[in-house]
């Protein structure tokens, strides 16, 4: 079984080569998708035995996955593991998220957040916010899921080669997931382990939050637009607990 790390990086000369080196003794190859960072990112991937792919201008979260998709296809791979650059995820937990492909359980394994004690680790607006766009998410799966924000995860072939990413930003999470469900793909979750780096700014929360859900709500609106009818209410109901949540911070 070929299995390939996947890491969309943005100006992450600090982490990408330890990450880089850490991923390789549990995965086959490493395939970075530099998202036209302005440092020395690609560069240092590429010296640490990475598979480079180079976008000229940053293009967001969402473009770096449907690149990684596009290369894992291009290179034949069974498994695709997706994790963040940033040091958040462990390497090791790669073993984690793919045993369930590995034991051919599923199709898509989810590494969250909420299913082990590190939750307590998340900052409280983080999580509401995480609760709030899972829950957005489930209207439209066949299956609960606890964290579709999660971007540990791990992709079989089939996924690969039946679903093209096409959102830029982050609510290519809930896109993949919602087009996968639709397919009949099943998706699974595992514990994984996260470490956040002590920054409390709700700013990017808020914004990226909000920017998740009108995502994900076109998608719904493309994909199962007959869903739409019962969301409206759940959404309003759900932005005003995450301002809630917000304000009493």
């Known amino acids: 079984m070929k299995i390939a790390a996947g890491i969309p990086a943005f100006n992450e000369e600090k982490n990408v080569g ?3 080196v850490e991923l390789l003794k549990f995965v086959d190859i490493v395939i970075v998708c530099n998202d036209g960072s302005n440092d020395n990112t690609g560069m240092i991937a590429k ?3 990475a598979i480079v792919v180079n976008h000229e201008r940053n293009l967001g ?3 770096g996955i449907k690149s ?4 894992a296809r291009e290179l034949g791979v069974d498994v695709l593991v997706t994790l963040d650059a940033d040091g958040q995820h462990r390497p090791e937990d790669v073993l984690t998220v793919l045993e369930p492909i590995k034991k051919h359980e599923t199709d898509i394994v989810i590494g969250s957040r909420f299913l ?3 939750q307590q680790q998340i900052p409280s607006y983080r999580k509401a916010g995480i609760k709030i766009i899972t829950k957005l998410a489930n209207t439209t799966l066949d299956k609960t899921i606890t964290d579709s924000q999660s971007g540990f995860r791990a992709y079989n072939s089939n996924v690969l080669s039946e679903i093209i990413p096409l959102e830029h930003g982050m609510g290519v999470s809930n896109e993949i997931l919602i087009k996968a469900n639709k397919k009949g793909f099943t998706i699974s979750e595992v514990p994984i382990v996260v470490s956040y780096d002590g920054d409390t700014s709700t700013h990017n929360a808020v914004s990226h939050g909000a ?3 009108f995502s994900t709500l076109k998608v719904i609106s493309i994909e199962n637009p007959l869903k739409l009818y019962g ?3 759940c959404i309003f109901l759900a932005i005003g607990l995450f301002f809630t949540v917000l ?3």
């Open 18 to 20: 330890s990450m880089i």
């Open 231 to 233: 969301i409206p209410g």
């Open 116 to 118: 082990d004690q590190n």
């Open 68 to 71: 990684l998709f596009l290369k």
């Open 247 to 249: 304000t009493i911070q």
């Open 211 to 213: 920017s998740v859900i």
């Open 61 to 63: 979260y969402g473009a």
């Open 47 to 49: 010296k640490m035995g």
